[in-house]
């Protein structure tokens, strides 16, 4: 099994300030990465797939990046809407998919 | 739009069908998963079928207890949940995810578009 790990566990950072989360795999999932963000009592919500793709009406300010084993998600000037927790996923083995333990996003 | 049904209280050992309908997109074009998410905690898949309903995969934790099952004519994906366990307890929720046309296989992202059902596995 392929297991993700997110860095850093939590990440206090203020609006407007640049956020770099990070997700590395145990073994290759070449591109196979994608990025959801949660909030509280809400649905996981798609933001990157295949490492750098954005999904539908995501802003610009998510960017995603890496392959092989070391991933990032970059949100390049923080809104009060973007914290939360954030979880990558691979689909490496698909049909099969795995989940990081995800990272929180709070305000400092 | 997916709304998911079906989640309640149940005693351990016990069994449960969860639904999820589906509207606004060709249903019987997309492969459809379950993904799970236990109290306080993250996010975990937990079974997926193809567009036909013919191949399915599960997490090794619900293999032998879980059947996933869809019905392209009423739009819905179903959760066959027997011998439960406290473990299972979680938010429930369903999303589409690959897409597939005339052979052609597209990844598009794991679209989770309903707001869950809660599953409580407790005597």
């Known amino acids: 099994e392929i297991v993700l790990t997110q860095s850093p566990a939590t990440l206090s950072l203020s609006p407007g300030e640049r956020a770099t989360l990070s997700c590395r795999a145990s073994?290759?999932?070449?591109?196979?990465l994608a990025w959801y963000q949660q909030k509280p009592g809400q649905a996981p919500r798609l933001l990157i797939y295949?490492?750098?793709n954005r999904a539908t009406d995501i802003p610009a300010r998510f960017s995603g990046s890496g392959s092989g084993t070391d991933f990032s998600l970059t949100i390049s000037s923080l809104e009060p809407e973007d914290f939360g927790v954030y979880y990558c996923?691979?689909?490496?083995?698909?049909?099969?998919?795995?989940f990081g333990q995800g990272t929180k996003l709070e305000i400092k | 739009q997916l709304v998911e049904s079906g989640g309640d209280l149940v005693q351990p050992g016990g069994s449960l069908r969860l639904s999820c309908a589906a509207s606004?997109?060709?249903?019987?074009?997309?492969?459809m998963t379950w993904v799970r998410q236990a109290p306080g905690k993250g996010l975990e898949w937990v079974a997926n079928?193809?567009?036909?309903?013919?191949?399915?995969d599960y997490v090794d934790s619900v293999k032998g207890r879980f059947s996933i099952s869809r019905d392209n004519v009423k739009k819905s994906l179903y959760l066959q949940m027997n011998s439960l366990r406290a473990e299972d307890t979680a938010v429930y929720y369903c999303?589409?995810?690959?897409?597939?046309?005339?052979?052609?296989?597209?990844?598009?992202?794991?679209?989770?578009r309903g707001q869950g059902t809660t599953v409580t596995v407790s005597s």
């Open positions: 295949d490492a750098s």
């Open positions: 073994q290759s999932v070449s591109g196979y």
């Open positions: 996923q691979q689909r490496r083995n698909w049909p099969s998919y795995t």
């Open positions: 606004g997109f060709t249903f019987n074009n997309y492969w």
């Open positions: 079928i193809d567009q036909d309903g013919n191949e399915k």
């Open positions: 999303a589409r995810e690959m897409a597939v046309a005339g052979g052609s296989y597209n990844y598009y992202g794991m679209d989770v």
